[in-house]
């Protein structure tokens, strides 16, 4: 059974620093491109980054650019989002997911075929 699962989340005041992992059971995770998304209550699944599978192309959404960092390790079959400078509007429940081809469109959640059940992230003071 072709899993995604991710881990790593939690309560964190505004200012600080989070990562999470998102590793994969039942495939290997270097054959798809991952990306991370999130929703907060009330709105819309939005895309926060994407990374290929060799590492190689990576965007991320304006509103976190500078902050979050993407990054895989291939050898573990786990991507991380490294989640720095935290603030309240960050708080979502967020999900990884496994893209088979990468496209420039990479924040439709339409494209990707396997999520996870997402973990919950609370910025608060």
């Known amino acids: 059974q072709l899993q995604l699962v991710e881990s790593g989340g939690g309560l964190v005041q505004p200012g600080g620093s989070l990562r999470l992992s998102c590793a994969a059971s039942g495939f290997t995770l270097d054959s798809y491109h991952i990306g991370w998304f999130r929703q907060a209550p009330g709105k819309e699944r939005e895309g926060v980054s994407c990374i290929s599978s060799s590492g190689g192309r990576i965007n991320y959404a304006d509103s976190v650019k500078g902050r979050f960092t993407i990054s895989r390790d291939n050898a573990k079959n786990t991507v991380y989002l490294q989640m720095n400078s935290l603030k309240p509007e960050d708080t979502a429940v967020y999900y990884c997911?496994?893209?088979?081809?990468?496209?420039?469109?990479?924040?439709?959640?339409?494209?990707?075929?396997?999520w996870g059940q997402g973990t919950q992230v609370t910025v608060s003071s």
């Open positions: 997911a496994a893209l088979r081809w990468y496209s420039s469109s990479w924040f439709e959640r339409s494209l990707y075929d396997y």
